[in-house]
Structures are given as structure tokens and as C-alpha cells.
């Protein structure tokens, strides 16, 4: 049994009203975590108490239906929520991307009792992880794919097997996971914490991200209760918006990236960096090709986060819709890719440009300004860019529309 984590106080955690509220919690929060963010990294300072804050600030239910008790906000204001933690601190703001994600599939697959219940647990502030893609095998080729099984047994339903990529299960009182039943179907499985035979490695060594936590999660014969299982071999055929839903988030992980490595180039400029002898200038922010440099990062930013925020709208205006389509939820996820696109292009661009603008004192280990740029390139790996032009382009050229799983 993984060891236990205290669940929250429910008379402490904040119930947010609205998208208002969320973003002011929001930009509350990323004051809070942003002055320790590159200590946190550069010594791997795993973030409990600030995850704690995150639980009592009432953030993680903001997605809840209001017919549970939720303040329901937009996607828009859920990309805008991730960016500014994100550009605080992109470790810790990564961590509760699964808990809004298996939100999306609660929303879609549960029943009445099941988002009852998984609802009522959000908004007491109790944590939710996921337990990631197996890494590669003979049985694991894709990252659909995996020899995790939930097999029926004389004593019940039994989960078994070894996921990793597993953000934020470390920090979580309920970690799903993906898994085969029986009959060869695609399930999630919520498993709590404590469940006899689940067990935390927190074995992740990536040099980018590093306190994600994104490391092993393992299931040896865990017991199962029928109702903390969802059967998401269904959604293949259920167009909807877990899919486009899931990867706004990783769209605004990027931009928060990006936000904060042009903000740290700037001050660096502003405040140490020396003018090139030849400029005959007495400040190096006056150098004007630096100033034009600059002008040019804010330029693929500021259009970045526009088409991440008109992406986000696009979700919402699809929500709002009586019934989904299948064209109707293709034109979410070609709006989410072409957010993608150009979060995960500034995102890089901004994070090693920063060195280039700032000069050789800005490598210094003392500055930790690398963690962006590490930071941008481990998370932007989640899910290759090039599907996401060829994604856009097919659809476009061909009418083809785009698969619909978490990735898309």
C-alpha cells in the first residue's frame, strides 16, 4: 500500500463562484509560488505545501458542473487559470493537469452517482493523479496501449500492472488509470490512494519538469469496486470534448513557459547585462537589436496566447451545444492544434533566445534560468507538434477528422 496522504480539511477549501473568482485565486496562488520556483528546481524540492494551498484555494473543482456544487468555468478560463501558474512556476503548475482532464472523461462517461460522488471528492479538495502510458514493451508499442488488466476474480475485480508518466499521482488521494478488462475494452480506474496494493516510485529523473513527479505508479492484484470504474472504450465512438479539453491544458503549460522566460530575458537585459563595446550605448536595453529581438518574441507570444484564448472559446461554444457532433468536435481539436502549434513553437523560441539576449552571465547556474528552457523542451515532448500540423493540414486538404482520444 502506497503510504497515505491527510485528506483536506472540506471547511477550508474555498467553493470559487465563478470565472472572476478563479482567475483572482489564480493569480493569488502564482504570487505565492513564483519567488521559490527555481530553488524549488534546482534542488527538487517536491511541493507539498504549495499543492496544499493549491487544494484550499479551491482551484481544482473549478471545472465541477454547477449541478454539483461547481463554479463550471469556461475553457478559456481554464487555459488563462494553467498560464499564469504556469509562467509562476511550470512544475507545479503541470501537476494538477490530470485532475481536470479526468474531470472531462467523469463528465462524459460517469453516472449520476459516480460524478456525485468524484465531484463531491473534487470540491472537498481531495487530489486527483493519473497513472500514466506504460512505458515501451512488446504489449505497450503505443502509448494506447499495455499488459495493465482489471480481471474479474472469485474476490471481485483485481487491477494489475506498472504505468509511468505519471504527473501528479504522487501527490494524489485518487490516482486513474488506464486498463483492459475482460472483454478487451479500454477502462479507467479510480483507484484511492490507499488501496491495498498500489504503490508510488517516485523514480522520475527528467532534466526538464523536475518536480512533476512523474515517475512509476504500480498495481499488484488492487482490489476494485465496480462503481470506481468507467468504461472509456465508449468515448471512441461519443464525440465530445475530453480530448481537446485535455490538451488546451498542455497548450497553456507551454505559454506560461513562455510567459515567464521572455519576462526573466527582459529584466535580465534591464538589470545585469552589459552593452556590446562596439554599440557605443550605456545600457544594453538600448541596444536596438535587442529592442527589435524583443519586439519580435512579444509579437509570436502575444499571438500564441490569442489563438490559445480563441481555441479555449471555440471549446466553449461547442459545449454550449445541445448535442456534439463529430464535426463539431474535430473543429475543438483543429483549434486546440493550432494553439499547440504555436504555444509549443514560442515556448522554445523564448526559452533559449533568453540566453542570446541576456549574454554568458545569464548561464550562471547561481541565475537557474535554464530551467526554462529544460522546462519547455521535456514538456512540449508530451505530444509530437508535427501530428498536430499534420492533424490541421489533413483536415483542411481531405476532410479528415481527427481521431478522437486524449491527445487530440
Known amino acids: 500500500m502506497s503510504a497515505p496522504i491527510p485528506f483536506p480539511d472540506p471547511s477550508e477549501v474555498r467553493r470559487i463562484r465563478d470565472d472572476a473568482e478563479a482567475l483572482t485565486v489564480a493569480h493569488e496562488l502564482a504570487a505565492e509560488f513564483a519567488p521559490l520556483a527555481a530553488r524549488r528546481d534546482r534542488e527538487r524540492i517536491l511541493p507539498w505545501e ?11 473543482g473549478i471545472t465541477v458542473p454547477r449541478e454539483f456544487g461547481g463554479a463550471e468555468v469556461s475553457y478559456a478560463t481554464l487555459a488563462q487559470v494553467f498560464v499564469i501558474l504556469c509562467e509562476a512556476d511550470a512544475s507545479l503548475g503541470q501537476i494538477p493537469q490530470n485532475q481536470y ?23 472537498a479538495g481531495r487530489r486527483f493523479g493519473n497513472a500514466g502510458p506504460e512505458r515501451k514493451s512488446a504489449e505497450a508499442r503505443t502509448i494506447f496501449q499495455g499488459a495493465t488488466r482489471l480481471s474479474s476474480t472469485s474476490g471481485g475485480l ?20 488506464r486498463a483492459t478488462d475482460d472483454e478487451g475494452r479500454a477502462v479507467q480506474v479510480w483507484v484511492p490512494r490507499d488501496a491495498p496494493g498500489l504503490s508510488i516510485v517516485d523514480d522520475w529523473d527528467s532534466f526538464g519538469q523536475r518536480t512533476t513527479a512523474s515517475g512509476q505508479v504500480r498495481f499488484d492484484d488492487v482490489p476494485v469496486s465496480p ?16 480530448g481537446p ?5 498542455q497548450a497553456s503549460i507551454d505559454q ?13 537585459v534591464r538589470e545585469r547585462t552589459r552593452p556590446w563595446p562596439d ?18 518574441l512579444q509579437v509570436d507570444l502575444h499571438a500564441a496566447h490569442e489563438v490559445l484564448l480563441e481555441a479555449g472559446r471555440v471549446l466553449d461554444e461547442v459545449a454550449a451545444l445541445p448535442r456534439i457532433s463529430a464535426e463539431d468536435s474535430a473543429r475543438a481539436s483543429i483549434a486546440v492544434a493550432e494553439a499547440k502549434v504555436l504555444t509549443t513553437r ?3 523560441e523564448a526559452s533559449e533566445k533568453l540566453f542570446e539576449l541576456a549574454g554568458s552571465s545569464a548561464t550562471r547556474a547561481t541565475h537557474n534560468l535554464d530551467r526554462h528552457w529544460r522546462n519547455a523542451r521535456v514538456h512540449t515532448l508530451h505530444d509530437p507538434v508535427r501530428w498536430k500540423a499534420h492533424l490541421i493540414g489533413n483536415y483542411l486538404l481531405n476532410g479528415t477528422l481527427p481521431t478522437r482520444h486524449s491527445w487530440n
Open 50 to 60: 504549495e499543492l496544499n494551498r493549491f487544494s484550499a484555494s479551491g482551484l481544482g
Open 101 to 123: 482532464g479526468v474531470l472531462g472523461v467523469l463528465r462524459e462517461l460517469g453516472d449520476p452517482a459516480q460524478k456525485a460522488r468524484f465531484y463531491g471528492e473534487v470540491l
Open 158 to 177: 483485481r487491477l494489475n500492472g506498472r504505468r509511468f508518466y505519471s504527473t501528479g499521482a504522487l501527490f494524489a488521494h485518487r490516482i486513474p488509470t
Open 227 to 242: 462503481q470506481d470504474v468507467l468504461p472509456v472504450w465508449q468515448l471512441a465512438d461519443r464525440p465530445g470534448l475530453y
Open 245 to 249: 479539453g485535455s490538451q488546451i491544458i
Open 256 to 268: 506560461g513557459i513562455a510567459q515567464a522566460a521572455l519576462a526573466d530575458a527582459q529584466r535580465f
Open 279 to 296: 554599440s557605443g550605448l550605456q545600457h544594453a536595453h538600448d541596444d536596438p537589436y535587442l529592442i527589435a529581438d524583443v519586439g519580435r
Open 346 to 348: 514560442i515556448a522554445l
